[in-house]
């Protein structure tokens, strides 16, 4: 493994961390969450501006997503890079429009057979629950069971009944039902299993800036917060809570771009995806909890900035598969070595 970036790699996520920081300040993203979605359609249409998803290789494309969550943007990257990335991948182009992901389902993420069943001629029929993305979403990226057996569909998202889905941290997702929906066939069960390790990775990219954001805004808190005549973080277990944090991020950080670098090189990665999302779950838990619990009542202030990286931690620890579902998947492939 290359643990090395290219030039062009770190000038990618320099420009990223500029545009995001000076956009998703604290103010703006309280006008955005007012507006009930949180979604910043200012700050998509900037990043959309300065990169060319299509054009970005997987590791780049991960980075821009570090810088993403390290901010807690309101932005579907993740979802929406994923979907063009795959699609560039199959050789597909993307049209311009904000694509998403239609692959979980009632108590079920990334199914081994879905429940939307596709027809002969294409049609879609079913119904798919929590699609990030999906009430803004111009394409869907599908997940479904035909006759050649489990495979992805591209589908007008305009064709479908959509309804609001609020998650923990106030995003809208939808759900998605089909009714003999029309839809283009881009892939088979293997494409199906690499969207599905896309959409996975990905999310773990954004969970790591989540927590690197958490850890450095609370690191900074108890430097400057003071009890009994010296800053808390002076207090044996407040430095033990944050030094605990710091070695997640080490280890989310080495697994997570194992993952990225696997996949981008072709090579067999559903054992280091999981990893990552394994340490990104966990990691994301523990870092969420400390982050709270070193700001005291000030991390759950709404007018502060911490709950946000409780809220986006929580949410993106049980994302395509909480550490238990990863656990469990980590143990077959090596049951199966």
Do not use: N
């Not at 249409?45 to 780049?60: I, P």
């Not at 596709?118 to 599908?142: I, Q």
């Not at 990893?275 to 909890?289: E, F, N, Q």
């Amino acid at each position: 493994m290359d643990f090395l970036f290219t030039p062009e790699q770190d000038e990618a996520a320099a420009l990223a961390a500029r545009i995001v920081g000076d956009k998703a300040t604290p103010a703006r993203m309280k006008q955005v969450e007012a507006a009930g979605d949180r979604f910043d359609r200012e700050l998509w249409a900037t990043l959309g501006e300065a990169f060319d998803w299509a054009d970005l290789d997987l590791v780049t494309l991960a980075r821009v997503l570090v810088e993403v969550g390290r901010k807690v943007a309101p932005v579907p990257l993740a979802v929406h890079g994923a979907c063009v990335r795959f699609l560039a991948d199959a050789g597909e182009a993307a049209d311009a429009g904000l694509y998403a992901a239609a692959v979980a389902e009632e108590r079920s993420h990334l199914p081994a057979t879905p429940t939307v069943t596709a027809d002969g001629s294409g049609a879609l029929t079913g119904t798919k629950t929590l699609v990030r993305a999906g009430m803004a979403a111009d394409v869907l990226l599908v997940t479904a069971t035909g006759p050649e057996g489990v495979g992805v569909h591209l589908v007008d998202a305009g064709a479908t009944d959509r309804q609001a889905q609020h998650t923990s941290d106030g995003d809208a997702t939808a759900l998605v039902t089909f009714a003999g929906t029309p839809s283009t066939k881009v892939g088979d069960a293997a494409a199906a299993e690499r969207l599905g390790q896309l959409l996975t990775v990905l999310a773990a990219a954004e969970q790591l800036g989540v927590t690197e954001g958490a850890l450095t805004l609370t690191s900074s808190y108890a430097k400057s917060r003071e009890q009994f005549g010296r800053p808390i973080a002076t207090f044996q277990a407040v430095s033990q809570r944050l030094a605990d944090g710091f070695i997640d991020v080490l280890g989310q950080r080495l697994t997570l771009w194992q993952a990225v670098w696997r996949l981008a090189e072709g090579l067999q990665a559903a054992t280091e995806v999981a990893v990552a999302k394994l340490w990104a779950a966990d990691a994301g838990h523990r870092l969420a909890h400390t982050t709270v619990h070193v700001h005291g009542g000030v991390g759950i202030d709404l007018d502060g900035e911490a709950h946000r990286y409780f809220t986006s931690a929580k949410r993106f620890e049980f994302l395509f598969g909480g550490a238990t579902e990863q656990a469990l998947a980590i143990g077959r492939s090596l049951a199966d070595a």
